[in-house]
């Protein structure tokens, strides 16, 4: 019996700590019909390797959707996928979002700015 406890409980693993910083991003990408969506939302917290962010879309974004994340404070683009969706609550609802490609230096407030 505590095995399946166990096995029914989800372990978060990350590859780094988040650090909480509120960075603004435009959040856009194409949903499965082809329509395109996009967002303007702030960061929750950050890490090398992704974020946390709140949508308020009313279409719900799914786990492995590729969106385009831009840091409005810097004017830089990244690619991103979907790596987890939270349950909606008033209207909105969190993703974690996984980088396609490492830039460390992404999430800084302003141009020439270190993270």
Known sequence: ??????EGARVERR???????AVPVLVG???GAGSRFDEKTTTMDVSEHGARVELRLQIRL???TEVT????????KQGFRVARVSEPSGGRYY???EASELAPNFWRTEPGARF
């Open 15 to 21: 590859r780094e700590a988040r650090q909480p910083v």
């Open 29 to 31: 990408g194409r949903l």
């Open 1 to 6: 019996m505590a095995d399946e406890a166990r």
């Open 62 to 64: 799914q786990v492995g």
């Open 69 to 76: 994340v831009e840091n409005l404070a810097t004017g830089e």
């Open 95 to 97: 993703i974690g979002l």
